[in-house]
């Protein structure tokens, strides 16, 4: 699970056995401490609102997370933070949203810039 030179600091997933066990396989590989991986139920089945708001309640200790869901709230999620239009993000997408703020609760709509999208079989490693 190599991370191209990205950096988390938390790991939040759906409890859901397939994100969980994904979440699991790239904290290994990102030798994230077990305390660096949480999930959290709010984001199975989630709405964008649901999930700007499991978003916006992270503690500001924390300056890159990686999100781990379900479909088709991350795509939508995606589309509202960020000027882009994605159709769907295919299963183990990986998206990487900056934002000019350094307080997860000023992330709302179009917001974000979309700086990395990959997938497996993408055709871009």
């Given at each position: 699970a190599?991370?191209?030179?990205?950096?988390?600091?938390?790991?939040?997933?759906?409890?859901?056995?397939?994100?969980?066990?994904?979440?699991?396989?790239?904290?290994?590989?990102?030798?994230?401490?077990?305390?660096?991986?949480?999930?959290?139920?709010?984001?199975?089945?989630?709405?964008?609102?649901?999930?700007?708001?499991?978003?916006?309640?992270?503690?500001?200790?924390?300056?890159?997370?990686?999100?781990?869901?379900?479909?088709?709230?991350?795509?939508?999620?995606?589309?509202?933070?960020?000027?882009?239009?994605?159709t769907?993000?295919?299963?183990?997408?990986?998206?990487?949203?900056?934002?000019?703020?350094?307080?997860?609760?000023?992330?709302?709509?179009?917001?974000?810039?979309?700086?990395?999208?990959?997938?497996?079989?993408?055709?871009l490693?």
């Open positions: 190599g991370n191209r030179g990205f950096k988390f600091d938390l790991i939040v997933s759906s409890p859901a056995k397939r994100a969980k066990t994904t979440a699991k396989y790239f904290a290994l590989g990102w030798k994230l401490e077990a305390d660096q991986l949480n999930t959290n139920a709010w984001i199975y089945e989630a709405s964008v609102k649901t999930l700007l708001k499991v978003v916006n309640e992270l503690d500001d200790k924390f300056t890159s997370i990686a999100l781990f869901g379900h479909n088709p709230g991350l795509t939508d999620l995606v589309n509202y933070l960020t000027d882009e239009y994605i769907n993000m295919p299963t183990c997408s990986a998206v990487i949203i900056e934002f000019p703020f350094d307080e997860w609760k000023l992330i709302s709509g179009n917001t974000g810039n979309l700086v990395f999208f990959d997938y497996p079989k993408s055709g490693d």
